[in-house]
Nanobody
């Protein structure tokens, strides 16, 4: 069993910053790509950023220059530093990881989500 647990969401004013964290745990053999997605009310879930195990990252155009994804392979953690937040960034943010479990089954896992609200 593999679990992803996000933390760090909350309420922030426009222009503010938040740092999201996601911890992977359980019967993990190997973690490949990790990423962050978000889903705003009434909208489809969308990609925010991804990062490979080697540290190569990709960010959606809407967050480039404001958000930065990073990871700590030893701790099995992925982070999302969010700066210059806008009301349009309000959403539930989900952690995602491509994992091979100890049973050697490879699949994608999702966290339960953490709410980010940007409002004055």
């Amino acid at each position: 069993q593999v679990q992803l647990v996000e933390s760090g969401g909350g309420l922030v004013q426009p222009g503010g910053s938040l740092r999201l964290s996601c911890a992977a745990s359980g019967s993990i053999f190997r973690i490949y790509d990790m990423g962050w997605y978000r889903q705003a009310p009434g909208k489809q879930r969308e990609l925010v950023a991804t990062i490979t195990s080697g540290g190569n990252s990709n960010h959606a155009d809407s967050v480039k220059g404001r958000f930065t994804i990073s990871r700590d392979n030893a701790k099995k953690m992925v982070y999302l530093q969010m700066n210059s937040l806008k009301a349009a960034d309000t959403a539930v943010y989900y952690c995602n990881a491509d994992v091979t479990s100890s049973a050697l089954i490879r699949r994608a896992y999702w966290g339960q989500g953490t709410q980010v609200t940007v409002s004055s």
